[in-house]
């Protein structure tokens, strides 16, 4: 991945190309968990959703929940906050293709088990298989005992919630 970000870097000058951080309120109750950054999306800006279409989809849906201050744009600083709800990606870097390998997952899983130590959220919402098994390996589960579906709703057991769409309930 640096070697990507590297060459990323060299095409696209101005872009952030580097690990994104999560973004939002550091004791949110909910934390959604997507894939990677998006090549002219968070790798631009350095925020997670933030300059392409996913982001726009979130980003309204969260203003809309009462979780955002307002429905966002493509550019990092218009003042957007969260409230009560954090975002974050499996993978920190742009990954070749927006699709990591398996390798890079598990590589980059590290970070997504400290941000959870760190702030244990109520309510996790996975967007994707990649993000809901990364989840399951940071809290220290397998994936095979909360299968992959969407709509499903899982309790982990340590007080934390687990839905697996934007449709859930919880949310």
Do not use: W
């Not at 909910?30 to 894939?35: D, E, Q, Y």
């Not at 201050?69 to 493509?74: D, E, I, L, T, V």
């Not at 870097?93 to 927006?98: K, Q, R, S, T, V």
């Not at 397998?142 to 687990?162: I, Q, T």
């Amino acid at each position: 991945l640096a070697r990507h970000l590297r060459s990323v870097r060299a095409e696209h000058p101005g872009y952030y190309a580097r690990p994104v951080p999560a973004f939002g309120d550091p004791r949110a109750r909910l934390l959604i968990v997507g894939l990677a950054p998006g090549l002219h999306g968070a790798n631009r800006t350095g925020r997670p959703f933030t300059g392409d279409y996913a982001g726009i989809l979130l980003y309204k849906t969260l203003h809309e929940l009462g979780f955002a201050s307002h429905a966002g744009s493509p550019e990092p600083d218009d003042g957007l906050r969260l409230q009560d709800c954090r975002v974050t990606n499996a993978v920190k870097c742009l990954p070749p293709a927006n699709r990591p390998l398996p390798e890079e997952v598990r590589r980059c899983n590290r970070f997504l088990a400290a941000e959870l130590a760190a702030m244990p959220p109520r309510v996790i919402l996975a967007l994707g298989r990649v993000a809901h098994e990364a989840v399951l390996r940071a809290v220290g589960d397998r994936p095979s005992r909360f299968p992959f579906a969407h709509g499903a709703e899982y309790g982990l057991g340590n007080g934390m919630f687990f839905p697996l769409s934007v449709g859930a309930a919880a949310v």
